[in-house]
């Protein structure tokens, strides 16, 4: 069974930034891609940012050019660096991972990010 544990939420004013983890608990060179979602009270959950196997990013419209995904393929973690966050970023993210054979997704429990104006 695969976990991914996320962290690195919590409360921060608008203009600041957090970094999110996810840790995963095999090699992350066996999922196609990982990514971060976001939920927000009362909406679907969107992508945020992906990270392919292959080091490939895309990001959300919304949030290109001040989150960026990266990972750290010996600690088997993916990280999000938010900046300049603003009260719409306020929702719960997920950290979501492909299996490469079945495309089975696995998800995280989830860390709460709120951003005050």
């Known amino acids: 069974q695969v976990q991914l544990v996320e962290s690195g939420g919590g409360l921060v004013q608008a203009g600041g930034s957090l970094r999110l983890s996810c840790a995963a608990s095999r090699s992350i060179f066996s999922f196609n891609g990982m990514g971060w979602y976001r939920q927000a009270p009362g909406k679907q959950r969107e992508l945020v940012a992906a990270?392919?196997?292959?080091?490939?990013?895309n990001y959300a419209d919304s949030v290109k050019d001040r989150f960026t995904i990266s990972r750290d393929i010996v600690k088997k973690t993916v990280y999000l660096q938010m900046s300049s966050l603003n009260p719409e970023d306020t929702a719960v993210y997920y950290c979501?991972?492909?299996?490469?054979?079945?495309?089975?997704?696995?998800w995280g429990q989830g860390t709460q990010v709120t951003v005050s104006s």
């Open positions: 979501n991972a492909g299996e490469r054979l079945t495309g089975y997704a696995y």
């Open positions: 990270i392919t196997s292959g080091g490939s990013t």
